[in-house]
């Protein structure tokens, strides 16, 4: 798998929501090509023509999510979790070879006002959509416990941990490369994607403090690393 670099393609499934679209920004704003995917053509170019005039410059490209994704080196799922599985199963088949699909998805459901996480047979999130992927491709567990409203706002710093695991070593390393080219973002390794369950946990109780004190910026930094 070859380095990280500013050439690499990266693509968004759910690249119209406010996570896609703010992760989205915060790349092309440090010269990643990115490309926001959609199941309409037309509402992809509508986000993406958002997103240019907030950046002032023509930096993100729009396509179709099959053609989205057979043009990426990078797919970042941004989706909710509830159509992560549909949309995997949907689009498997246009993965080339040694793509690398990064998981932000987390499994969370709002009871009585309160945030619970959804227990997966599997672990978590990304360790079931792992298993739809085609042989070869390689997930990554990664953005999890940053908030969407804070990415998207670009007058803010995110000044926080990313918190990156995987059973692919050389896909991991990758995208803690992508994740070094965004200020104030730190990525951590935390091991193999048995850890991604710990993850979502963490983001859930991050969403759980934004309700409890009514902010939407709670996120973590590890100290003494």
């Known amino acids: 798998m070859k380095p990280m670099s500013k050439t690499t393609t ?26 926001i995917g959609s199941r309409s053509r037309e509402r992809a170019r509508e986000v993406s023509r958002e997103l240019n005039s907030q950046l002032g410059r023509e930096l993100i490209g729009a ?13 970042i799922l941004t989706i ?12 498997r088949d246009c993965f080339r070879p040694a793509t690398i699909l990064v998981d932000a998805t987390v499994p969370v459901k709002f009871l009585s006002g309160q945030v619970r ?12 959509l792992a298993k739809r992927l085609p042989p070869g491709i390689p997930l990554v567990a990664a953005f999890k416990t940053i908030p969407a409203h804070v990415l998207a706002d670009l007058r803010a710093a995110l000044e926080c941990d ?13 995208i803690m490369e992508l994740i070094r080219l965004v ?26 403090i934004n309700r409890r ?4 910026s709670a996120r973590f930094r590890v100290v003494g690393l």
């Open 10 to 35: 990266v693509g968004f499934l759910g690249g119209t929501g406010i996570e896609g679209k703010g992760l989205a920004l915060r790349l092309a704003r440090v010269g990643v090509p990115v490309s």
């Open 63 to 75: 396509a179709e999510n099959r053609e989205m994704i057979g043009a990426s080196e990078i797919v």
């Open 80 to 91: 909710p979790f509830e159509q992560a599985p549909a949309a995997i199963d949907a689009y």
């Open 117 to 128: 996480l959804i227990e997966l047979p599997e672990g978590s999130s990304s360790e079931s």
């Open 162 to 174: 990313v918190f990156v695991c995987s059973d692919s070593a050389a896909a991991k390393t990758k």
């Open 183 to 208: 200020p104030d973002l730190r990525p951590v390794d935390v091991g193999g994607l048995e850890a991604a369950g710990t993850l979502e946990r963490m983001s859930a109780l991050a969403i759980g």
């Open 213 to 216: 004190y009514r902010i939407n």
